[in-house]
Structure formats: C-alpha cells, structure tokens
T-cell receptor, first 116, second 111 residues
C-alpha cells in the first residue's frame, strides 16, 4: 500500500503558459499532501502543505498566487504553476500522508517541468 | 531555526561493507525520524522510520536513535552497488507535523 501517482511525469511548455500537475494517493486516503521542488543537485524544498478542504499553507518565499494548490478530495491534490517562466523549470514532487497515521510521507514519482 | 544536519559526502564504501550514515537534529521535541533514499533523477523512497531510542532493524538496514545526543543513524549491511544513492534524513516534532529535511548524504558503493 501507500502508492502515490503524479501526472504528467514530464512537461515542456512555453513561457507565460500555466501548467497543472496532479497528485493522487491510489490506495489510501491522504488528509495532507505536500508539494516540493528540487533543482538539480540540490535538496528538497518544501513549497506548501495542502490539507483536504482547506487552503494550502505556503512556505516563506513561495508565491501563493503563482503556485496554486487545490486539495479537493482525500485522494487528489493539484499544483498549478501560473504564467510559468524558465526559472520555474524544476522537478516538482508531491507526497501524501495517510489519514490517522504517523508523519511518514509517501512520494509520487515527480514531474519534470521545463519552461522554454 | 529547526535544523537537521547530514554530512554531504560522498561516502564511498566497497561492496559488502557496512555503510554508516549519520544525522543530527536541533529540536529536542522531535519525536519521529525517517530515512529516505533518493536515486538521481527520481523521487525519495521511504526506507526506515524510528520513534523510540535504540535500534530498529529491517533486512540489511538498521536505524539507530539516540534522543539524548540528538542523532539518528542508518547502517546498511552488505552494501551493494544498487545502494548507491543520496540518503535523506527527516525529522518531525509531534504528530501531523511537516518533516524537517537534511540536505542528504551521497553514498557510493564500489564493486
């Protein structure tokens, strides 16, 4: 159990467009999902914490109007990168925490975004 | 500022040896501790978690926790080249808390 999927796995887009990334917990309910970003050869950077049915909590320095997060159900959270620019090119990874469980997070396979 | 520190490495060990990865944390209120493995270009994968002082073994992996000294370690016995990856330590204080991440230790197991 504890499988998390992400879609798409890879996306290339033009500067100025918006990109939506989906994160799904396939075999468990996730009250909390997390969105991370990772640049090459750098560590994970938490962007925001997403709780089902409520507004996401963004980390300091992350623009909430640029990175829109929606957690509409216990199995789905989405991240929309609005008006993407080349500096937004990165590896975006979601994780999910099981309902009524410990703090362990299970990660999706990640989405590699390239903005031209 | 709550911190989790790891030696960045690279840590290089020969195949079959024991690899020892260490992690220290600053928040004495931390209650749960995790080791993740991340291959290059892939997302992290949970290997071990530990909540109580002492050792926890799972196959070739052993997590060791010492809350008094504020460190947690991961031992990998009979290291294999497929163990070559970056190992991330993560810590949380209490339930329903976000994880505080270390920067990771790069491990290379040489055949």
């Amino acid at each position: 159990g504890a499988v998390v999927s992400q879609h798409p796995s890879r996306v290339i887009c033009k500067s100025g467009t918006s990109v939506k990334i989906e994160c799904r917990s396939l075999d468990f309910q996730a009250t909390t999902m997390f969105w991370y970003r990772q640049f090459p050869k750098q560590s994970l950077m938490l962007m925001a914490t997403s709780n089902e049915g409520s507004k996401a909590t963004y980390e300091q320095g992350v623009e909430k109007d640029k990175f829109l997060i929606n957690h509409a159900s216990l199995t789905l959270s989405t991240l929309t990168v609005t008006s993407a620019h080349p500096e937004d090119s990165s590896f975006y990874i979601c994780s999910a925490r099981r309902q009524a469980s410990g703090n362990e997070q299970f990660f999706g396979p990640g989405t590699r975004l390239t903005v031209l | 500022q709550k911190e989790v520190e790891q030696n960045s490495g690279p840590l290089s060990v020969p195949e079959g040896a024991i690899a020892s990865l260490n992690c220290t944390y600053s928040d004495r209120g931390s209650q749960s501790f995790f080791w993740y493995r991340q291959y290059s270009g892939k997302s992290p994968e949970l290997i071990m978690f530990i909540y109580s002082n002492g050792d926890k073994e799972d196959g070739r992996f052993t997590a060791q926790l010492n809350k008094a000294s504020q460190y947690v370690s991961l031992l990998i016995r009979d290291s294999q080249p497929s163990d070559s990856a970056t190992y991330l330590c993560a810590v949380a204080a209490g339930n329903n808390r976000k994880l505080i991440w270390g920067l990771g230790t790069s491990l290379a197991v040489n055949p």
